[in-house]
């Protein structure tokens, strides 16, 4: 199910809560049960030579017009969580040719054992579909 019954202070306050992790080293890279990153997000890193504190200001920089909706949590374990789905748009350089790429990013906080939050980058990596931006203009 999407959800789209936010408002844009409600996006605001998420988004300025990401950066306070963030910025407090409180986030990770989502891996798979091996510790490997997700494949996706690997290869979009390693295509555009995208580091960790790339990957960061690309999540810093997420603004209330990149939002476009949240899901539930798959994970049964974490249910009560939701994933936030954002598509920025980034000029990245693929060797030497500077392309436009929208980014889809969905990403989560996740409150550990210990009650303290991270935020998890679920995925990072090239839009495939069409999505639609709950706060843009649409005319």
Partial sequence: MKYTDFKEDDIEDY???VCTLINEGKRTLTIT???QIRKKNK???RKYKLKEKDIDDLMKS???KDFCYAVDEENRNFS?????IFCKEKELDYF???ENIDI?????KHKLT???EIVLYMSFHKREDEINYLFRDKS
């Fill in 33 to 35: 049960k091996d510790n």
């Fill in 104 to 108: 889809y990013i969905k990403l989560k």
């Fill in 15 to 17: 988004i300025k809560v």
């Fill in 62 to 64: 997420l603004t209330v």
């Fill in 43 to 45: 290869s979009f890193m």
């Fill in 96 to 98: 030497g040719n500077i």
């Fill in 80 to 84: 009560d969580e939701r994933l936030y």
């Fill in 114 to 116: 210990n009650d303290d």
